[in-house]
C-alpha cells in the first residue's frame, strides 16, 4: 500500500512505454505515491522504484474495491492499446467510485507512401483473411506473425502458411500454428536487423497490431524497405468519453492539475 504520509495517490496501470516514462516522472515526484500494476505477462518486467503491484484486480469489483480500500485519488490508464478489456474495466470502476480517470494512449500508426496494408479489425478477422481470403488461401505465405505470444490460437485456422514468431517468453505450444518458428528474443530492434530478419526468412507477408509508438515500428519500416505486405490489425474502439493524452508529460500535467485542485479542497 502507498505510504500513509502522502494523500495524493495514483495508480497507473502500466506495461507501456509511455507507463515506464510517466513511472520515471513520478520517481522524481515525491508529492505524488503512486502505485503501478502489471499484469504479469512479461515473467521478467523492467520495474521502478515505485511500489509494484503484480497480476489482475479480480475484474470490475475487485478494481472498484482496491481503489477504494487504498484511497486512490487517480487513476492512469497507461496499458497497451488492445488490452480493451483492462480498459473497460478501469472505466467502470473509476464510474462506480467517482475516480479521475485519465487514458495515456500513443498515436496509432498511419499507412505511409510505399506502404501497402490489408485491415482487419481484430485477431479473428485477420486469422479468417489468412484461412479463406482468395488472395492467400490456395497462396501459401511466410508470415512474420508479430500479434504476441497470448495470441496466437486463432491463426491455427490457417494452416496452409508458415509462421515466424518471435517472443520474449516462449508461448504456449497448444497455441501455435502447426508450422511455426519461434524466435525467444528482446528487443528493441532497428530497421537493418528486422529488414536482415525478413530477408533471412524469406518473410512475404507481416502481421501486426497497430500498436503505435517507436518501439516496435522499424519492423514496418523494413517491410515498406522490402516492399512486404502488411496486415494490419486496427485497434479496438475506444471507451466514449474517456480523456485521452499521448504523452507522459501531458499526463504528468493532468496529474499535478488534479494534486493541484485536491489541495485547494482540503485547504
Request: charged letters at 15%; glycine letters at 6%.
Amino acid at each position: 500500500m502507498p505510504s500513509s504520509s502522502n494523500n495524493f495517490r495514483v495508480l497507473v496501470l502500466g506495461g507501456t512505454t509511455e507507463a515506464s516514462a510517466l513511472c520515471r516522472d513520478l520517481e522524481q515526484t515525491p508529492s505524488i505515491s503512486t502505485t503501478l500494476s502489471l499484469a504479469g505477462v512479461t515473467k521478467q518486467p523492467h520495474l521502478p522504484t515505485l511500489s509494484v503491484r503484480i497480476g489482475g484486480f479480480g475484474g470490475v469489483d475487485g478494481l472498484s474495491t482496491w481503489l477504494k480500500t487504498h484511497g486512490i485519488s487517480a487513476l492512469i490508464d497507461a496499458t497497451h492499446p488492445f488490452a480493451a478489456t483492462m480498459s473497460q474495466h478501469a472505466a467502470t470502476a473509476c464510474g462506480t467510485t467517482q475516480t479521475p480517470l485519465l487514458r495515456l494512449e500513443r498515436p496509432d500508426w498511419q499507412e505511409m507512401p510505399g506502404d501497402r496494408w490489408f485491415h482487419a479489425a481484430n485477431l479473428k478477422e485477420a486469422a479468417s483473411l489468412l484461412a479463406n481470403s482468395p488472395k492467400w488461401r490456395t497462396a501459401p505465405q511466410r508470415i512474420f506473425l508479430t500479434t504476441g505470444r497470448k495470441e496466437l490460437a486463432p491463426f491455427k485456422i490457417a494452416p496452409q502458411h508458415h509462421y515466424l514468431i518471435r517472443s520474449i517468453d516462449a508461448p504456449d505450444p497448444a497455441s501455435l500454428p502447426p508450422n511455426a518458428t519461434i524466435l525467444l528474443d528482446r528487443g528493441p530492434f532497428d530497421v537493418n536487423s528486422e529488414a536482415k530478419l525478413m530477408q533471412d526468412y524469406g518473410i512475404t507477408l507481416l502481421v501486426s497490431k497497430n500498436s503505435g509508438g517507436s518501439a516496435t515500428y522499424p519492423k514496418l519500416e523494413a517491410a515498406r524497405l522490402l516492399r512486404i505486405p502488411v496486415l494490419m490489425i486496427d485497434r479496438p474502439v475506444a471507451c466514449p468519453h474517456i480523456p485521452t493524452v499521448e504523452t507522459a508529460q501531458q499526463a504528468m500535467a493532468w496529474l499535478q492539475a488534479h494534486q493541484a485542485a485536491s489541495t485547494r479542497r482540503k485547504v
